[in-house]
């Protein structure tokens, strides 16, 4: 059963009385905060009014943030599993720059009300079932592979997973524990810890430097027989699918999360600036039905630089395709439609 949260007292419900969680009408409630590594926090949340989660391990969703210079969008993959429906994490690190990241440090707490949108994403291994597995991350990048295989620990737990782990530290392993625990439970499952350098902080005596093909063959040495999903920072994105590439994987079974811009990203204008233009001969008309605006589409311009152009408010985070939260209906007219994986064939269809 469920928890809806009334005031402090937590009242059970159980699964087959409430309804997914709709993220265009329902809030998020922050339960916990946890401190898993230097700079990395995880951020659990229920459903305001209760609800369960459905999502594939894998996604992510894209969190809303009020602060104080306005309304800020980030997309942070969910590190839950789906297999546990009535709770939804994001394990989040602090990068020097991070500007939300700090924000939801610095304010989030339990009992926090945040707004998200999704769950949206591709890279999850119920699109791409196999008999034998290979995540291999860095940092961050965990998230989605921990949301793997927590999802396979609760349904398939004799399932053969060899899990690389690269980390700039031993210290800075997310999960540490929880992974060292999975593979006492897993009987098929093999964890490599690669940290990069040592560190007084947490002793290391094992593997360590930067991936390449020598340490993954010690890691992982039948790699060429597994579907690999690979995520990280960009520097080692590019080592593992070189390293692949040379020893003639396939890789129509190598798959990648990125959150890279598109080549056919332009910057917008900021929420709010109105462009109180005439259209040119060019240029077409598009209504907004829920505010009764119009906005004037030049030629290569997207439906959201016409609505923040015209003041009218849609939710989005990477402006390049990817995510999908600025997804809005077509309730009537043509588009040419240009995106990278952020909306489904089903979502088009339904318009």
């Known amino acids: 059963m469920t928890l809806m949260l009334t005031g402090t007292v937590p009242v059970p419900l159980p699964l087959d009385e409430i309804e997914p969680w709709n993220a265009t009408r329902q809030m998020l409630v922050c339960t916990s905060v946890v401190d898993e590594a230097p700079e990395v926090k995880t951020f659990t949340f229920a459903v305001e009014d209760g609800g369960w989660f459905r999502y594939m391990p ?3 969703i894209t969190v809303e943030l009020r602060t104080k ?5 980030r997309t942070y993959t969910v590190s839950s599993s789906p297999s546990r429906p009535y709770a939804i994490s ?32 591709h890279f999850s291994l119920m699109l791409h079932p196999a008999k034998k597995y290979l995540f291999i991350l860095a940092g961050s990048g965990i998230t989605p592979m921990m949301s793997m295989l927590r999802w396979l620990f609760d349904c398939d737990p004799g399932a053969d997973v060899t899990f690389v782990n690269s980390s700039r530290r031993p210290e800075d392993i997310i999960f540490r524990d929880e992974l060292e625990m999975l593979a006492r439970w897993m009987p098929n ?3 490599g810890f690669l940290p990069e350098m040592r560190s007084a902080v947490s002793p290391w005596g094992g593997l360590m430097g930067r991936v390449d093909r020598h340490k993954l063959a010690l890691l992982a040495p039948n790699f060429m027989r597994r579907e690999i999903f690979r995520c990280g920072p960009e520097p ?3 080592a593992v699918s070189g390293i692949v590439r040379s ?4 890789m129509a079974h190598f798959h990648q999360e990125s959150f890279g811009a598109s080549s056919f990203a332009r910057p917008a204008q900021m929420e709010g600036e109105e462009r109180n233009l005439e259209p040119t001969s060019s240029e077409l008309t598009v209504t907004f039905l829920g505010s009764n605006k119009r ?6 311009q997207t439906i959201l630089e016409t609505a923040r152009n015209a003041g009218v408010r849609i939710p989005s985070a990477c402006q390049s395709g ?11 007219g043509d588009v040419e439609m240009r995106h990278n994986g952020g909306i489904s064939q089903q979502d088009i269809s339904s318009g």
């Open 295 to 300: 906005g004037h589409c030049a030629p290569g």
């Open 247 to 250: 020893e003639g994987f396939d």
């Open 69 to 73: 210079d306005g309304d800020l969008h």
């Open 58 to 60: 894998g996604q992510f």
């Open 90 to 121: 994001i394990t989040v690190k602090a990068q020097p720059t991070s500007v939300g990241t700090r924000w939801m440090f610095e304010n989030v707490r339990p009992g926090s009300r945040i707004r998200a949108y999704g769950p949206n994403g």
């Open 322 to 332: 990817i995510c999908g939260t600025c997804r809005v209906f077509k309730r009537s």
């Open 236 to 238: 080692f994105m590019s």
């Open 189 to 191: 499952l093999t964890i």
